[in-house]
């Protein structure tokens, strides 16, 4: 009903930059809160960014000032641009996203995660 693509993930310098995208597509009416999160090897899977529809915009501590979550509504689409990274933000990285389904699926709320993006930060 509600599929996400993403893109953007791969091998940076420390201090390299990266664009990860996610594209959201299928039968949505409406997107709610798009979000970003990240799971290293060995560790638990944690929050990166979130933007809600209105564009307010959530950080983890460890990204603030370096990564920035934008999104674009008409292309059903989040963004998270890296900056400054780090090998500690070697992870693989999953969009994740809170859509409402159209009638035809009855307005279904769904939280629905995409099939992540290895990022590793290595020299």
């Known amino acids: 009903q509600v599929q996400l693509v993403e893109s953007g993930g791969g091998l940076v310098q420390p201090g390299g930059s990266l664009r990860l995208s996610c594209a959201a597509s299928g039968s949505i009416l409406s997107i709610n809160t798009m979000g970003w999160h990240r799971q290293a090897p060995g560790k638990e899977r944690e929050l990166v960014a979130t933007i809600t529809s209105g564009s307010i915009t959530n950080y983890a501590d460890s990204v603030k000032g370096r990564f920035t979550i934008s999104r674009d509504n008409a292309k059903n689409t989040v963004y998270l641009q890296m900056n400054m990274l780090k090998p500690e933000d070697t992870a693989v990285y999953y969009c994740?996203?809170?859509?409402?389904?159209?009638?035809?699926?009855?307005?279904?709320?769904?939280?629905?995660w995409g099939q992540g993006t290895l990022v590793t930060v290595s020299s």
């Open positions: 994740n996203v809170g859509a409402t389904t159209t009638r035809a699926f009855g307005y279904r709320y769904l939280n629905v």
